[in-house]
């Protein structure tokens, strides 16, 4: 059985950075892309950044710019650096791998930045 297990995640004042990663358990392969979302209570579930097998990103626009997605194939674990966090950053991160054409989601990662 995969499972994704996220870590990283934290309390950090505006302007601050944090560092999350994602990381496959279990037998996983051919993972295509691997993402990130964010949710806040009440809201959708939003992308913030994706990333191809070539390497390829993509960022939400609110992001860009301070987001940078990096993946590791040998590891099978997807990392997001966010530097100059801001309070609207607040949410739960998921990430999300599409691998065989299967959806995987990790359990979430609380983000928290104070102003």
């Known amino acids: 059985q995969v499972q994704l297990v996220e870590s990283g995640g934290g309390l950090v004042q505006a302007g601050g950075s944090l560092r999350l990663s994602c990381a496959a358990s279990g037998s996983i392969s051919s993972i295509n892309v691997m993402g990130w979302y964010r949710q806040a209570p009440g809201k959708p579930r939003e992308l913030v950044a994706v990333?191809?097998?070539?390497?390829?990103?993509n960022y939400a626009d609110s992001v860009k710019g301070r987001f940078t997605i990096s993946r590791d194939n040998a590891k099978n674990t997807v990392y997001l650096e966010m530097n100059s966090l801001k309070p609207e950053d607040t949410d739960v991160y998921y990430c999300?791998?599409?691998?065989?054409?299967?959806?995987?989601w990790g359990q979430g990662t609380q983000v928290t930045v104070s102003s």
């Open positions: 999300n791998f599409m691998a065989s054409g299967r959806l995987y």
């Open positions: 990333i191809t097998s070539s390497g390829r990103a």
